[in-house]
């Protein structure tokens, strides 16, 4: 069951752990924004601090990987994005597997199993799409970074969206006897994924790896991967300590590809 609620900056804080709250230093929601990212990536370039976190109803122009769209229907599902400064850029080899993890950690709590991670970013059920993460980076003169880290969930999406070009589920349709309210679940992981991204620098992509291979719905699948315009047919061997995709191709030499999209069949 989802309720239809509006979301509420004052009702989400209220349910977010002093953990949390202590390392939050801005969070902004909306009725309607054209993307959650944009909007971050422009406060970021007016030195905005970490922990700035922006939360939306809807999106006029939400983002995808590889430019595309996220639809993004008034109400229906959770759009948001939180900026995070890094030491360095090589301090987030990793962060989009962590966060995986991160998300699907919450969902578990729930109660809400048979949830997949697809590598590099996206959450997956029964072969379908569920969510998806989008990491945006701005390297400094310093040689320091900054992280855009958006997150799309699907709560409750129409069925049949004609613009959507992919098999697709929401948690009303894989946890139909399960009550989900946005502002609750919203705040349950920004509890999760504030403290694990404030302590990547320090814990790495070692301390979730394991339980990311735990949740890889591609390992042992062949699949396509797509590496700018060519596409490199293989099986999935999982990923490597560093979070690179393992695919062996025809011939039997394995190959490590640290991006692309991938596509497989059920």
Known sequence: ???????????????LTPNCLALISVLA?????????RYLISQAQENAP??????????????????????SPQGA????????????????????LAIGVGVVR????????????KWPNDIYSDGKKLGGILIEVTSHADGKASAVIGLGLNVDLPQNIDSITQAYTDLKTIAPHITLERNRLIADLLNELIPLTASFETQSLS?????????DCLKGKVATLYVGKQAI????????????????????IENMFASGEVSFSQ
């Open 1 to 15: 069951m989802i309720p239809h609620f509006l979301l509420d900056a004052k009702h989400i804080e209220s349910q």
């Open 29 to 37: 929601v909306f009725e309607s924004i054209d993307s959650t990212n």
């Open 50 to 71: 970490s922990g700035s976190v922006c939360f939306t109803d809807s999106q006029t122009a939400g983002k995808g990987r590889q430019g595309r769209q996220w639809v």
């Open 77 to 96: 599902n959770i759009y948001g994005s939180f900026l995070w400064h890094f030491s360095s850029v090589t301090q987030l080899n990793g962060l989009s």
């Open 106 to 117: 919450v969902l578990k709590k729930y109660g809400i199993g048979n949830i997949g991670l």
């Open 233 to 252: 047919e293989g099986t999935v061997q999982g990923i490597d300590d560093n979070g690179l995709l393992k695919l062996q191709q025809a011939d039997g």
């Open 207 to 215: 301390a979730y790896i394991d339980e990311w291979r735990g949740y």
